[in-house]
Antibody, heavy 122, light 107 residues
Framework: QMQLQQSGPGLVKPSQTLSLTCTVS??????????WDWVRQPPGKGLEWIGS???????YYNPSLKSRVSISVDTSKSQFSLRLTSVSAADTAVYYC??????????????WGQGTLVTVSS | SYVLTQPPSVSVAPGQTATITCGGD??????VHWYQQRPGQAPMLVVF???VRPSDIPERFSGSKSGNTATLIISRVEAGDEADYYC??????????FGGGTKLAVL
């Protein structure tokens, strides 16, 4: 059974960089059927897609965050990571990693990490 | 940017049928995915490709689509179905879009 385990700090100071890692177990990341995604949810609000990465390194980002976000992958460690620079209080949210199951296009998010509440505060 | 419209809330009595809609331009040409999110938990996929139910999801959950409106249908609603529900599509193939979410209240 595939599992995604998130790690990273829960508190980041304004203007600094948010960094989170998602470790995948129970299956290989090197599979043509999958992308690996990040999604966030501000307190009391809805879901917002941040971006995706393919195991070979190809990425897609939400245009509203593109200038500040970077997603990377390390298949040797079965991990993918999120970096968000120049954070502000508006970036306070629960951050989720997820597996995207796609066949010939883009697909559904069928496995999710447990979520990490990241608070931006001095 | 692309917008998916969901009703903010839906209320239903136990044992009845809940319908949650998701509307968007050209939705008729897109695959719609649905997620359930219970309080304090991560989202969980309940329907994908508009009408397909994952094997571990109860048969009470189903999806349909007519024109530019997709619908999540929950039959014989139980107290444990009380949650937020989100629809999701891909705008072109490069940007994921979620609906604003619908809070299902079981009366």
């Amino acid at each position: 059974q595939m599992q995604l385990q998130q790690s990273g700090p829960g508190l980041v100071k304004p203007s600094q960089t948010l960094s989170l890692t998602c470790t995948v177990s129970g299956g290989s990341m090197k599979n043509n059927d999958y992308y690996w995604d990040w999604v966030r949810q501000p307190p009391g609000k809805g879901l917002e897609w941040i971006g995706s990465i393919y195991y070979s390194g190809g990425t897609y980002y939400n245009p509203s965050l593109k200038s500040r976000v970077s997603i990377s992958v390390d298949t040797s460690k079965s991990q993918f990571s999120l970096r968000l620079t120049s954070v502000s209080a508006a970036d306070t949210a629960v951050y989720y990693c997820a597996r995207e199951n796609q066949r010939g296009g883009r697909g559904q998010l069928d496995h999710w990490g447990q979520g990490t509440l990241v608070t931006v505060s001095s | 940017s692309y917008v998916l419209t969901q009703p903010p809330s839906v209320s239903v009595a136990p044992g009845q049928t809940a319908t949650i809609t998701c509307g968007g331009d050209n939705l008729k040409y897109q695959s719609v995915h649905w997620y359930q999110q219970r309080p304090g938990q991560a989202p969980m996929l309940v329907v994908f490709d508009s009408v397909v139910r994952p094997s571990d999801i109860p048969e009470r959950f189903s999806g349909s689509k007519s024109g530019n409106t997709a619908t999540l249908i929950i039959s014989r609603v139980e107290a444990g179905d009380e949650a937020d529900y989100y629809c999701h599509v891909w705008d072109t193939t490069t940007e994921a879009v979620f609906g604003g979410g619908t809070k299902l209240a079981v009366l």
